[in-house]
């Protein structure tokens, strides 16, 4: 075989290995008078139960973000509702920040999940967070949609660009982790 066989078989090699890897198909952020939103979306080469586990179990948080430090199931609040804790820390520029949120759960199995974070024990005045899971080209999009206004400060010029690109920079990375957990999951 010539070296030049080698490096179109690694070539091809790449492509195919590529074809079915997670991908971040949009990022949108925007901000109003402190409340920020965005949205994205995200295609996995997993089946939706196995994806729809990962999101479900906040346990598996720190698994695929760097910027979750701790994350943890809660036993259900007096109504019933699955209870969840995550403390984020990150660093966007000079401005580093650790907060915490803490709320209930609204599942839709393999359909839907919303997360509403409490404001008496949450660093936001308001945090509300879906994840929404279709059948898509042999795996699983998942549309994510966040609404919040935190109680700390966010460079309101400069916030929802540094946001974007610090999302688009490191989303990547925790999309093909999500996508290992959830494809190794049956085999667990």
Request: charged share 25%; net charge negative; with cysteine.
């Amino acid at each position: 075989m010539t070296i030049r066989s080698t490096w179109v078989l690694l070539g091809v090699a790449a492509l195919a290995s590529s074809a079915h890897a997670a991908e971040i198909l949009s990022i949108k952020v925007e901000s109003d008078a402190g409340i920020y939103t965005m949205r994205s979306t995200a295609w996995f080469d997993a089946p939706i139960e196995q994806v729809f586990e990962v999101y479900r179990y906040w346990d598996y948080s720190t698994k695929f973000s760097s910027a979750i430090v701790a994350a943890r199931d809660m036993e259900p609040d007096e109504l019933g509702r699955a209870q969840f804790y995550v403390r984020n820390k990150g660093c966007v520029l000079f401005f580093c920040q650790s907060f915490e949120r803490q709320g209930y759960l609204e599942i839709e199995l393999n359909k839907e999940l919303r997360a509403f974070a409490n404001p008496e024990t949450s660093d936001f005045h308001l945090s509300n967070e879906s994840w929404q899971f279709v059948v898509r080209d042999g795996g699983t999009v998942v549309i994510y949609d966040l609404t919040m206004k935190p109680k700390f400060w966010i460079p309101p010029a400069i916030g929802p660009f540094l946001i974007r690109r610090k999302l688009k920079n490191n989303g990547s990375e925790a999309v093909d982790r999500i996508e290992r957990i959830a494809q190794g999951i049956n085999s667990e």
